[in-house]
């Protein structure tokens, strides 16, 4: 069991509807200790294409933290999507939609033409899979820049909601840290 | 000079109005490199305070890794206020109004009461400073929790604009790792 794993067990907090929270140590309050393991742990994920990553790509803002500690261990920069307003990086961007099925609303991610171009080869970091709608937003931005997509890293994966498999059938290669194969009445089991 | 002024010269933009674009490296694109040795750099601008300080507090998004990189130093946690929508952390949050006179607009930040309390004492790190806002919502959000204020800490500080005063004035103990004192034509001159 990786620390990622560990911690979701102390700390996270499986509430009704299937929902996981672990505001406790990574999307509000950051146990920055763990979260150095964590980017660890994703090298080790990724370690066999680690030479075919140049970049790492995330969106704001919990996703932020865990593609810096990645990229450590990568040695590559980050670059991070916009959400909604992004008036201050300019008009000469990339775009997509992203529908939030937890919000019931679609908004647009953006990234500068600045930092993507089409020699990048590029490894995603985000923090939560479930109905897989951010990476596929991410994976249209990265096409439409012309780079390459080497694959997608997903701390927390809802292996029963159906992203995962969206994003397999979309030709990518989606690893994760904690894939949770079902969580029953507040109990959370890992896939094997 | 310190790393972040060194960036901020070579790959700083000087744009119309005052205007300083730090996407290259901190804002949008993130090299992590530099952001570990500003991150320590945090760590010796308030090293004289370094055992009063048992918890960093930033706003999403772009202080995010700036306060997880600092907060490795000083072997704290990170909490960053959520701003605009917040449903997700719950209602039993601090929140405090933040006026931006960047976008003309006013947008509320949160912090669940969950990661604050009256024996926290806080480093508040944001990457910019200009009309100072932002840090008085956190001042407010610090107080309403019964917390102590140790200091803010700030990336770049814009002080010929009134925010850097209003702090001192607001008795917090504000510290810059690069302070701007104009911003002629392009060039950028640093406070002494």
Do not use: W
Not at 2 to 25: H, M
Not at 35 to 44: A, P, S, T, V, W
Not at 116 to 136: R, S, T, Y
Not at 161 to 168: D, H, I, T, V, Y
């Amino acid at each position: 069991m990786n620390i990622l794993q560990k911690k979701i067990l102390t700390d996270g907090e499986a509430l009704p509807g299937n929902i996981l929270k672990v505001d406790s140590f990574l999307n509000h309050r950051i146990d920055v200790r763990a979260l150095r393991e964590i980017g660890k742990d994703f090298y080790e994920l990724f370690k066999d294409k680690a030479n075919d990553i140049n970049k790492i790509l995330t969106v704001e803002a919990s996703g932020i933290a865990l593609a810096c500690y990645a990229a450590e261990y990568f040695d590559v920069p980050v670059v991070f999507a916009k959400k909604g307003q992004h008036k201050n990086i300019g008009s000469d961007v990339f775009t997509a939609e992203v529908f939030s099925f937890t919000k019931g609303t679609t908004y647009e991610i953006a990234v500068s033409r600045l930092y993507l171009h089409p020699e990048d080869k590029i490894l995603i970091i985000d923090d939560f899979l479930a109905n897989g709608q951010a990476v596929l937003g991410l994976q249209k931005i990265v096409k439409d820049a012309g780079a390459t997509l080497v694959g997608a890293g997903i701390a927390i994966t809802k292996a029963f909601q159906p992203g995962e498999k969206m994003l397999l059938d979309a030709g990518i290669d989606v690893r994760s840290l904690a894939a949770i194969e079902r969580m029953d009445g507040g109990n959370i089991i890992f896939r094997e």
